[in-house]
């Protein structure tokens, strides 16, 4: 007897970007794939320190039931940062520390999107959110990414048609890499405020900047802010799963309700950890670092592009995060290209699954982060010859 499974699944999929990296657990093959922080960067032994001292000291509080809200010490060490660096006067009661920023999103589903529901996401998407999302069986309607923000007279279409939500990366956006301008965030948060649409705002990169200035989030020009997402996946390790959104007041409230539905709380084992690392060591030392590796790797991968690819291959060139995004000309398939490049052993993500509407055919998304500089060179090199014999 086959299962009975709810409607809403017919409509959600498998993560793209999971099955294509089943397809390279070769060691042999070079992968530009996966929106993976590189392993070198990750402070295994302060890690291993702090677990040490909270093992030694609080390990049978820590290893006990906690409050959904999240670590009290974590949330004010969020806070104070929010303050230094973004100079957003955010409380620690504003923030629920949740099991990785992907938990917010389906948090966020949960409170907020009914079947049928309109939510606008950018033209092309991060993946992830467009999965999340999902599951609760909204309309996706898209907003197309021009080289500093959103179409904004799109944008404003898609608020005057009913959009409930406008979810967005603004900064290293995945998987595009492109960033809004002051003047395109200024005009979000005046087109959110007008319309009266909840703004995600989801800024798992933006410490991640190696070239230009650090711009203020679209939350702090709002007279009526959204939500704010953040994470330490991408600056200090993914394995902890451990992020937070930015919420107040009634909001927040309901949100809680639905993580305390979901999986009570957070890891209060990796919660202390996270902590008691980010208090004994200097954080902005280690970001520094990963920048500056980041930044060499992104250079690398637009000069062997520059050098690799044929005429003809448009690709972006960010100013910080992990990803460079490629369009081939007209009526060429990425997933055709996919097959070529493999048997070359180079991958990366075909950029159709980007697209809630099914377009992007032409595109692709490659992940300068993960791979080092020697392996960019020859991957690079591989990816152009297959871009080359495709076109011919």
Not at 65 to 93: A, H
Not at 329 to 342: Q, R, T, V
Not at 351 to 367: I, M
């Amino acid at each position: 007897m086959s299962d009975k499974y709810a409607s809403r699944m017919s409509s959600v999929h498998r993560s793209f970007i999971r099955e294509i990296l089943k397809v390279t657990a070769d060691p042999s093959i070079i992968s530009f794939a996966g929106g993976l922080p590189n392993p070198r960067m990750f402070p295994v032994e302060p890690m291993e320190a702090a677990a040490r001292e909270v093992l030694g000291t609080s390990g049978r509080v820590s290893m006990q039931y906690s409050q959904t809200e999240g670590d009290v010490e974590l949330r004010k060490f969020i806070s104070k940062r929010y303050l230094e660096k973004k100079n957003l006067n955010i409380s620690p009661d504003e923030l629920l520390i949740t099991t990785g920023s992907q938990q917010c999103l389906d948090l966020i589903g949960k409170v907020y999107l009914d079947k049928g529901d309109k939510i606008a996401i950018e033209s092309p998407g991060y993946l992830g959110a467009i999965q999340a999302f999902s599951i609760f069986e909204p309309q996706f309607v898209s907003v197309s990414l021009e080289s500093d923000g959103p179409n904004l007279e799109e944008l404003e279409q898609r608020f005057k048609d009913g959009a409930k939500i406008f979810y967005a990366v603004p900064n290293f956006q995945n998987p595009s890499g492109l960033s809004y301008s002051r003047e395109k965030r200024k005009a979000v948060a005046e087109l959110l405020d007008k319309y009266n649409v909840l703004f995600v705002e989801d800024d798992p990169y933006g410490e991640l900047r190696f070239m230009g200035e650090d711009l203020p989030t679209v939350y702090s020009f709002q007279k009526k802010p959204g939500i704010l997402l953040g994470s330490f996946s991408k600056i200090a390790a993914p394995g902890f799963r451990i992020g937070w959104l930015v919420a107040g007041g009634e909001r927040r409230d309901k949100l809680v309700i639905a993580k305390q539905a979901s999986d009570l709380h957070t890891s209060t084992v990796a919660q202390a950890i996270m902590r008691t690392y980010m208090l004994e060591n200097d954080i902005d030392d280690h970001i520094a670092l990963i920048r500056e590796t980041y930044g060499k790797h992104r250079d690398i991968m637009v000069e062997m592009i520059d050098r690799y690819f044929p005429d003809g291959v448009e690709t972006t060139r960010p100013e910080g995060g992990m990803f460079l995004w490629s369009t081939l000309p007209e009526g060429c398939s990425s997933m055709d290209l996919f097959d070529k490049a493999i048997a070359k052993k180079v991958a990366f993500v075909p950029g159709k699954p980007f697209y809630a509407d099914g377009s992007g055919e032409n595109t692709l998304r490659l992940n300068f982060s993960n791979a080092d500089p020697d392996r960019i060179e020859e991957g690079i090199k591989r990816l152009g010859e297959s871009i080359r014999e495709f076109l011919d």
